[in-house]
Each structure stands twice: as C-alpha cells, then as structure tokens.
C-alpha cells in the first residue's frame, strides 16, 4: 500500500514539474525567434542606409572638377587609369599628388607625355588655362595634395638677396647659378628656369617633379618660396651678363670646353705662325 502512494504522489510530481518544463522550452524558443528578427531587422536596415552612407563617403563634384573630369576621362586615363590609380607600366597613380602636381605638369606641356623617356620635355601646353585649372580641380578633390595661392605674381613682396641667397644653397646644385640647367645621371637633367612662370616654380617646389626634391612648407615658408621667385625672375632673368656671352649659362663646363677649343686651337695656329715667320 505505502508503495502504491509513493507512486502515485510520484507520478503527481513529474506531472506537476512538466508545464515548468515545457514553460522553459517555450521562453528559451521565443527568445530565438526574437534574436533572428532582431538580426533580419538590423540586415534590413543596413541594406536600406548603406548606400546613402557610401554616397556621403564620395560627394558630387563642383562645377569645375566635373569639367576636369570629363577632360581627364578623354585625354588622361590611357596612363592613369579610369580613377587617376594609374597604370604598371604606363603612368603613376594620381591620388595625393593635389592640384600643384598638375597644374606644373599640364601648364608646361610635359603632360601629356608625347612618349615615355628618361624626362618629360617642356613644350607647347596642349590644354588652356582654364582647362589646366579644371583638371587641377579634379585630382584635388579625388585626392587631396599641395595647392598654387591664388594669383599671378606670386613674388610681389619677395626680398630678391634672401632668394639668392637660397636659390645657391638649395637650386644652383642642380639648375646652376645662372638658372640654365644642368645635366644629371641617366639621362635626366634639371631644365632651364627661364620659360617658368611663377605659378610653374611655386608649383615645381611643392611637389617636386621628377628629381627635384619637394620644398614644402616645411622646407620652406611661403615667404621663403616668394623669395627664390623674386630672385628667379627679377635677377636671373634679367642678368644683362656684363662679363660678356654667357654661353647658355651653363656653368663651368660650357665655359671650360669654349676655352680649350678656342684657346687652345688660337695657340696652336699662333705658334705655326711664329714657326713659319722664324
């Protein structure tokens, strides 16, 4: 009998404990179903505010950078790719260079190159101004980078000894003292000053073209930088060279080569001359 009832009061107890149980079961399922529409929810909502996100990551050009752009998606992306990321083997990537880079490029007609060599040649700009200036626009918004001040004359207010003074430190090494260029090592040479307009030598400073080296303003200040320029132009381009023909200004090498072909063969025929009259 004492059997039967702990049976009975058993089988009380397990029916008793089994709506707890299947009340855990039902919590525990609708927790899960809760965290999956939570994660469908939050899916939901990137998909709808991703794109706006991304759109505000890359906003719209200006006036003039949409025109730059459509010149460059003509004349440019052969070499530097679609995106200015530039193409192996062809030209360098454009993102960071700024508005400098182009503008000392394009205004002096190096860019585009005509045929890849040691050195891009100063020639005949093949775009105007104004179309130099967009594509400027352009790779500065796409990228950022070192920007020309507005203006000109850029060397209005420059000391013209202070930039002597550093044009011999940090130019005349390479574009010699009287700013005609110099050759350099594999086929590269620093050019001549003289065609350079101020905008082209500020630009030249910032971003360093080729083997030049970049004269920030970290390097230089702009005042630092309106100096050289007021040196460059008022000076050296207007140098009436008293000492007689400057032989393109080329340094001691032009000016030691003329000296033996022209002195030495005077002394050879004044020395047959002599020999002929003894």
């Not at 719209?60 to 200015?84: I, Q, W, Y």
């Amino acid at each position: 009998m004492t059997s039967d009832n702990d049976r009975r009061r058993g089988l009380l107890a397990r029916l008793r404990g089994r709506p707890a149980v299947r009340s855990r079961g039902r919590r525990r399922l609708g927790a899960a179903v809760r965290l999956i529409a939570a994660l469908m929810l939050a899916g939901g909502a990137y998909t709808v505010f991703a794109p706006g996100a991304q759109a505000q990551d890359n906003p719209p050009l200006t006036g003039a950078a949409a025109e730059g752009k459509a010149l460059f998606d003509v004349s440019c992306t052969s070499c530097h790719g679609r995106n200015a990321q530039g193409v192996e083997g062809r030209g360098p990537s454009l993102i960071g260079v700024g508005a400098a880079s182009v503008e000392f490029q394009v205004s002096s007609g190096r860019m585009p190159l005509a045929r890849q060599e040691a050195q891009a040649h100063r020639k005949p700009p093949v775009f105007t101004d104004e179309q130099t200036r967009q594509l400027a626009e352009y790779i500065q918004e796409l990228g950022g980078g070192p920007v020309v001040p507005t203006g000109d004359d850029l060397h209005e207010d420059g000391n013209i000894a202070a930039g002597g003074e550093l044009f011999r430190i940090n130019c005349a090494s390479c574009h010699s003292l009287g700013g005609g260029g110099g050759a350099l090592s594999s086929g590269k040479f620093a050019p001549s000053l003289h065609p350079a307009t101020d905008r082209q030598i500020y630009a030249a400073m910032l971003s360093g073209p080729q083997n030049m080296p970049v004269f920030g303003d970290n390097q230089l200040t702009p005042e630092q930088k309106a100096n050289v320029i007021a040196y460059i132009q008022e000076t050296l381009k207007h140098d009436q060279d008293p000492g007689g023909f400057n032989l393109g200004r080329y340094g001691p090498s032009t000016e030691g080569l003329a000296i033996f072909l022209v002195g030495i063969v005077a002394l050879v025929f004044a020395s047959l001359w002599i020999a002929g009259k003894s």
